[in-house]
């Protein structure tokens, strides 16, 4: 990728007008799909992502079944209005290879020993797209995941650095993705300090890496109160301010 | 839908324990040390009928790629660029679970990854493959069949695709009264850099470097990290697992080590070759 403008002006603001360590708007809505057992409605920057969670259930076809542990699936899927030129509705190998970087994402966070025999079924679907879409999905799945009542051993969350003009930024957007220099997504669970999710396209030197990196996860921590507040939300209501005035 | 029923290899209980305990004394069950690699031997031009091609084994992985050049439309948003395609595939040659049909999302992903780490490396410099600006330009294929599947074949086919583009003959075409004519002649691919992808398993608290298929069958995670000359210039992590912060700056750095020595091997071939 060759960067062709400048993308941050001489304010150190980006096209967004967002500074290098800020994260877009995030919010999480819980339990917007009725039929579903857990879900959540994402809006981050101007991605617009409902995930879903159905299960445990009983697998079909049943020769999928696991008699150790429970088999998670998950679908990743982009609406055709939800991008510049109409996305075909057909799954491309894109979608395909998100589909399964989320789920590997998700799986190290759910307790599928406890659900022998079963399928937990996490659907994802993109119904505006602006840039770190797996991010803010995974980012969703995994709320909806706690809002299904799944036993989890953390919450995933999910957030993008990259590299624009030469300078490590959090966050990128759809313009920084296609015009910048590189993009680097991780999803991590925050309690356990464990990356669940890192893909990197662009090109980065061993000190940029590092700092991406780490510059990655601690937007991920930021996701992660999100995440937390939008449960607790759902879960306890009012409550919740109350907890905080008596810290 | 992308489903955790698992498809590696199943690899026994017994034959598991032995491979735990092997790591705790320090040694790998085929008896190679934590960042050794498998013995990588390349033959290049071994398919007459394509512009270039190449056959690599590492270990008893095996992969032949194949390099047909044609003309064509630019992508779009594209206009002023050359095409490059990659794309790979399992024969079911390859292994007794490898099957025909449809490519599965491992296979997918096998082919997305090597196309990711030659595509944002830069490697072919695309700007040179333009015949008619917007109109008319190369078109590369870099096609790749496992043939014999043992583990990391990421790597075997990212080797496979950049020596079969570093030997590959590109025709000289040329525009005559609207049409492509072929010259004849021929040159070398414009080539800047040389992308090399190093993956690694973690297994438990161990990292080891071009993993088996045994074990990839006890693997915790899977990590592969493509190095240009510059830095980084890919990554994925793979499996199911998970990596701590300093597991993966410390992959980054074996494999920025580990990409060296195989590049200079590339390299060095390419020029024999």
């Known amino acids: 990728m060759t960067q062709t403008r400048n993308l941050i002006d001489e304010n150190g603001k980006r096209t967004d007008g967002r500074g290098i360590d800020d994260l877009r708007e995030v919010k999480i809505t819980v339990g917007t799909v009725k039929n579903a057992d857990g879900s959540a409605f994402i809006e981050f920057g101007k991605n617009k992502i409902l995930a879903a969670v159905y299960g445990p259930r009983e697998v079909h076809p049943k020769h999928m079944a696991q008699s150790d542990r429970c088999v998670l699936r998950c679908r990743y899927h982009m609406s055709p209005f939800s991008t510049d030129t109409r996305k075909s509705p057909a799954p491309s190998r894109r979608e395909v290879e998100i589909s399964k970087v989320m789920r590997e994402a998700l799986e190290p966070a759910v307790m599928l020993e406890d659900y022998p025999r079963a399928a937990i079924d996490v659907f994802v679907e993109v119904l505006q797209s602006d840039g770190g879409s797996r991010c803010a999905g995974i980012t969703a799945a995994s709320v909806a995941l706690a809002d299904a009542g799944i036993n989890m051993r953390d919450l995933v969350a999910a957030c993008a650095a990259g590299k624009v003009d030469e300078k490590i930024v959090l966050d990128i957007n759809d313009t920084e993705d296609k015009e910048g220099g590189a993009d680097m997504p991780v999803a991590y669970m925050p309690r356990l300090e464990q990356v669940t999710l890192l893909q990197l396209d662009g090109n980065l030197t061993s000190n940029q890496f590092n700092e991406c990196i780490d510059k990655a996860v601690g937007g991920c921590k930021m996701v992660y109160e999100i995440q937390k507040q939008a449960l607790m939300q759902k879960y306890f209501g009012n409550e919740t301010e109350l907890k905080e005035e008596q810290q | ?273």
């Not at chain 2, 049409?179 to 992808?197: E, F, I």
């Open chain 2, 1 to 273: 839908m992308s489903s955790s029923r698992r498809s590696t290899i199943i690899v026994e209980h017994l034959r598991r324990q032995q491979m735990w305990d092997s790591l705790a004394r320090g040694k790998r069950l085929d008896g190679r040390d934590f960042n050794e690699q498998r013995p990588l031997e390349i033959e290049v031009n071994v398919i007459k009928k394509a512009n270039g091609s190449a056959r690599v084994k590492l270990g008893d992985s095996e992969v032949i790629a194949g390099v047909k050049v044609e003309t064509g439309e630019p992508f779009e948003g594209l206009e002023n660029k050359g095409a490059l395609i990659v794309s790979a595939e399992v024969l079911p040659t390859a292994s007794p679970h490898a099957e025909p049909g449809p490519p599965d999302e491992e296979v997918i992903e096998l082919a997305r990854v090597v196309d990711r780490g030659i595509r944002e490396s830069e490697m072919i410099d695309l700007e040179k493959l333009v015949l008619v600006p917007g109109k008319i330009v190369y078109t590369i294929f870099v096609d790749c069949s496992v043939t014999n599947a043992d583990g990391n074949l990421f790597d075997a086919t990212s080797y496979a695709v950049v020596t079969s583009l570093l030997t590959a003959k590109l025709p000289i075409l040329e525009m005559q009264e609207g049409k492509v004519v072929d010259t004849g002649k021929t040159q070398p691919m414009p080539v800047t850099t040389v992308p090399v992808s190093i993956t690694a398993a973690r297994i438990g608290d161990y990292v080891l470097l071009d993993p088996s298929s045994e074990e990839e069958g006890c693997m915790d995670a899977r990590i592969t990290i493509d190095t240009a000359d510059e830095g980084f210039c890919a990554i994925q992590k793979g499996s199911t697992g998970s990596f701590t912060v300093e597991q993966l700056k410390k992959a980054a750095e074996t494999a920025r080590i580990k990409g060296e020595e195989v590049r200079a091997r590339l390299k060095e071939l390419a020029r024999n070759g």
